[in-house]
């Protein structure tokens, strides 16, 4: 029973951390801008991280040792380094975002001077991070997920045209006004796709698989978690993105702040609008800074084998809680400066799909080598699913994201 | 006398044949164990080009082995320039891998 | 890794290079970041010693990047006992991990763990 509820909880923390700033961004603006026309693309980046985020698993319940522990071993040191830190630049900036973010809603809920509402925020995070076990971080940021749930229940009230949703979770072209829409269109789906597979959650999925004790007998729990976790999570992104169609895009409005976005609240929740909307994008944006923050710990120290885990005493692990630390103060610095979250988001998103390859295909040679994972190697079918779509999605973004930002 | 090298400074480096042409890089070491030493007995040789280094990746990717090209005896290397090694031996003399 | 008989072979770059190292007591002490060797004339060359520490790191990246390292390690003052050495006769097991005989206190791989704990059992409510 104690099991079944652990799984229950894990399904929640992965639903709850899949809609977080980047993410949400992203896919207000795609709805807004081209109606139901980038589901497509949600669903696309969903299977990407399921298969994704399931290997990572199985490696650690297999292997004993989660996925960037492995990765400089099995790879060598250059590669390994260079993952490491285009990990580690990723994570600065997408936790800045957050932190940035969680500032924003904050002043949406209480008000206040921005720079000390993001000092407030860190030292939520600080205190979370010092002194919360890995299941307590797990239960709160599980049962917090559930507050997402309102995206879902907003498309839904609203009756948009099932069939017309339907037909955009296949490939399409939108109507658009102008020939340059296309190239709009094409920065949005390599846009989407890179919020949606954000490496660092695989790895921080793959290090909690170690700080839950997983092992062989518990892969269908990681089969469980991740497609059922990621699923759901896909199910809110398309309720972000159905909601927005249907409200904001009438309205011929770029979203560019939180308070524009919350409009899109007010047919289903009234006045409760910007209210439920800061909640639950703070939510995302919480659990999205924590798990960010811990991510940079676990790879720093699995990569230059320093003891690590959240469950650990603290002085146990030194250098880990010392380099989580560091990363978080670091991403605080960046908000604090004023860097605008949303351009920040911008930025992390289009460097995550541009690294991409230089992250995943060292991590598709572990997944094929039987040393590492016995007789649960990947197939040529999720191998080949995985190496097509970062090396176009990164080619698509070294093409797209400068003409976008030149054309303004 | 005997001199002291890094061998993670010799890994992934270009070997050379007596007459200077390229060979491979070097990519592994084999050693065995000797009473209280390890020592070396062998060096394996891989791809030198970038295309064969990146058709061993994508073997690599897609779950075959990466392959190399040539195993070396420890006597067949000459490694007193770390940055350049060189084989002291023609490359027939060399075992395929 | 093989078996021969009496004599166990290795890949030394696969089977011992970048791998984690631990103690003979299982207590991590960081990871291979470099092996040094003896050249030795009219003899194979012997494996001479296991190196862990930053500045190996950085060497292997490029000379300059090591040295900048190093200074780094000087200025954190552990720079006295890095790298780490470890003599190859004191590798007892190589496997998922290499694991020496020797007790992580009596090499320098835990210093700077060391001096980073005083600062965290100040923060009150601390674990």
């Known amino acids: ?216 007998p518990d892969l269908w729990i990681n089969r469980t978690t991740s497609y059922l976790g990621m699923g759901f999570g896909s199910i809110v992104s398309m309720g972000v993105l159905v909601t927005s169609a249907v409200v904001l895009g009438p309205l011929q409005i770029r979203v560019d702040s939180y308070e524009q976005a919350a409009l899109m609240f007010v047919p289903a929740f009234g006045r409760w609008a910007v209210t439920l909307f800061a909640c639950a994008l703070g939510v995302g944006c919480f659990g999205a800074a924590i798990e960010i923050t811990l991510n940079a710990g676990y790879v720093l120290s699995q990569s230059f084998g320093w003891p690590w885990g959240i469950d650990k005493a603290r002085r146990d692990a030194t250098r880990f809680c010392t380099a989580f630390t560091v990363v978080l103060l670091l991403s605080v610095l960046i908000a604090v400066v004023g860097f605008d979250p949303l351009q920040m988001t911008l930025i992390s998103v289009a460097l995550t799909v541009v690294i991409m390859p230089l992250v995943v295909l060292p991590f598709l040679v572990l997944m094929n080598d039987h040393q590492y994972v016995k007789q649960h190697k990947a197939g040529p079918l999720a191998n080949g699913f995985l190496a097509a779509l970062t090396i176009v999605g990164a080619l698509m973004a070294l093409v797209v994201i400068p003409l976008e930002i030149f054309g303004g | 006398m005997s001199d002291t090298i890094r061998l993670d400074r010799v890994i992934g480096r270009t070997i050379r044949t007596a007459n200077n042409r390229k060979l491979g890089r070097l990519e592994e070491c084999r050693a065995e164990r000797r009473g209280d030493s390890w020592v070396i007995t062998e060096w394996v040789i891989g791809a030198a080009g970038l295309f064969e280094r990146l058709g061993v990746g994508v073997r690599m990717i897609l779950g075959f082995d990466a392959g190399s090209s040539f195993v070396a005896r420890w006597d067949q290397v000459d490694l007193r320039n770390p940055d350049r090694p060189r084989l002291v031996c023609s490359v027939e003399e060399l075992k395929r891998a | 890794m093989e078996e021969h008989g009496l004599t166990r072979t290795i890949d030394v770059v696969h089977d011992v290079l970048d791998k984690h190292i631990v103690d003979r007591n299982g207590r991590e002490m960081g990871r291979v970041d470099g092996i040094s060797v003896e050249l030795r004339g009219g003899a194979p060359p012997r494996l001479a010693e296991v190196l862990i520490g930053a500045s190996v790191l950085g060497s292997r990246v490029n000379a300059v990047v090591g040295r900048w390292v190093q200074g780094v390690e000087h200025g954190l003052g552990i720079g006295e006992e890095r790298p780490v050495r470890i003599r190859f006769s004191h590798v007892d097991e190589i496997g998922d991990k290499v694991k020496v005989d020797l007790a992580v206190g009596e090499t320098g791989s835990e210093t700077l763990e060391r001096r980073l704990r005083t600062w965290i059992l100040k923060i009150p409510g601390s674990r």
């Open chain 1, 1 to 216: 029973m104690k099991k079944y509820l652990e799984v229950f909880l894990s399904i929640l923390t992965a639903m709850g951390g899949f809609v977080e700033i980047g993410e949400l961004v992203f896919t207000v603006n795609a709805g807004a801008k081209f109606g139901y026309s980038l589901l497509w693309v949600v669903l696309l980046g969903t299977v990407g991280i399921i298969v994704y985020g399931e290997m990572a698993g199985r490696i650690a319940a297999v292997n004993q040792d989660p996925v960037f522990y492995l990765i400089r071993e099995r790879n060598g040191y250059a590669l390994g380094l260079g993952t490491l830190i285009a990990a580690n630049i990723v994570c600065l900036l997408t936790c800045a975002a957050e932190i940035g973010g969680l500032a924003l809603v904050l002043k949406l809920l209480v008000g206040g001077p921005y720079r000390l509402l993001v000092l407030g925020a860190l030292l939520f995070l600080l205190l979370a991070v010092w002194f919360l076990s890995f299941q307590a971080i797990e239960r709160v940021f599980g049962l917090l997920g559930l507050l997402m749930l309102v995206f879902v229940f907003s498309a839904i009230y609203l009756h948009p045209d099932w069939t017309q949703v339907g037909r955009s979770l296949l490939p399409n072209l939108p109507h658009v006004e102008s020939p340059r829409d296309y190239l709009v269109y094409a920065y949005f789906c390599v846009a989407l796709m890179s919020s949606i597979m954000l490496p660092y959650e695989t790895y921080f999925y793959s290090s909690g698989a170690i700080e839950e004790k997983w092992t062989e």
